[in-house]
C-alpha cells in the first residue's frame, strides 16, 4: 500500500464495519426478512430519523449488503438465509456478538501500552446472562457456516466415537452425528456454555447420542478409548505453558490409530499473514491477554513434543481455519 489515498481508506474502513453492526443492532435486517420496504415505513416501526435511517441504508446498498429498487430497500436474495433471524442459515447472532467487540477495539491503545485486557477476562462468560446467550447463540450461528467448510475434512467411518474439547454449543458435532446413527460423541465446554445449548438444540432427533460434559478442559477427565478428539477454535485461547499438558490429555484420550483435529486460525511463519489471523490475535488479547494465534510449524512442533505423530495439515477452503490432524506414537 503506498498510494495516500489507500491509507485514507484504511482509516475509515470501521466505518463500513459501524454500518453493519447499526443496522444489526436497530434489527433493520429482521424487518426487511419479511419483505421490501421505504426508509419511511422501517423508520415508523423501528422508531428512527427517516433522514438518519435512509443515510444508513443508502450506505448498506452501496457495500451490497442491501439493494434498492425506487425507494424500496430490500435483502439481496444471496444474503436472504444469512440476514433472516428464522432461517437456519442466520448469521445474525453471530453478527450480534460481533457487534458486541467493537468497543473494545477503541481501547487498543490501552491494551497494548498495558498488556492487559480491554475487559474482565471472558466478559462473555461472567454475570450477564444476556451477553452469554449472545455469546453462545453467536457461536453456533457461526459455526453453522463454517460448517459447510470443515465438515467435508471431518471423513469418519461408522461406529466413531469422539470428544469435542471446547465443543461450545456442540454445532459441528451434532452436523456430524446427523450423518451417520452410529456415530457417538461428546462434547466439552464450561458449564454455562453446554447449559445454553440444550435450548439451542432443543427436539434434535441425534441430540441422545451426544453427551454435553459441563467443565474446564484444563482439570476435566476426559472420557477415554475415543477415536477422535476434536478441538476447534479454541486454540487461540491457550498460551504455550498450558498447551503440553492439554494436548497429553488429549493423547491419552485416543485409542491407539486414533486421529487429534486442531481447527483454527493460523499463521504463516512471519506472523503477519493471513492479515484476518494476525488481526484476530488482537481481538482475542483485548478480551484474554494470553491469546496466542499459533504458526502451523510450531503447532506441529507443540503436537510432536506431547506424544503425537503424522501431522498432516490442510488449509479449510472458504473458511479462515487450518487443519492439522495428528495420531498418537505407538
Ligand atoms: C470459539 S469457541 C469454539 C466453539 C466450537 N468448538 C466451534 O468451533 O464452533 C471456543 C470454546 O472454548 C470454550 N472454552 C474456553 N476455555 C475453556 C476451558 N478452559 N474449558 C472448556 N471450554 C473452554 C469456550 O467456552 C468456547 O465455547
Redesign the pocket.
Known sequence: MHNPVDLVDLASRYWQSAALNAAVSLGIFDLLATGAASAEDLAEKLDCSVLHLQALLDSLCGLEVLGKAGNQYRIPDDLQPLLDPASPDSLLAALKFNGDLFALWMRLPDCVRTGKPALPD?PH?GKDPERMKR??EG??S??GI?ARG?LPYLVFPENTRWL?????????SLKLLEQDESFRATV???P??VAAAADIHAGKAALDRLTFQG??????EFPSDQDVV?????L???PEEDIHALFRKMCAALKPGGHLYV?DLMLDPDRTTPVYSALFQINMMLMRPTSRVYTVERLEALLNETGFTDCYTQHIEGTPYTMVRATPER
Open positions: 471472558n462468560l455469546f453462545v457461536m453456533h457461526r459455526a463454517m470443515v469435542d474439547v471446547g465443543g461450545g454449543p456442540g454445532t459441528f466439552l465446554d464450561l454455562p456454555v467443565g474446564d478442559y484444563h482439570t476435566a476434536l478441538y476447534c477454535g479454541a487461540h485461547q491457550e481447527i
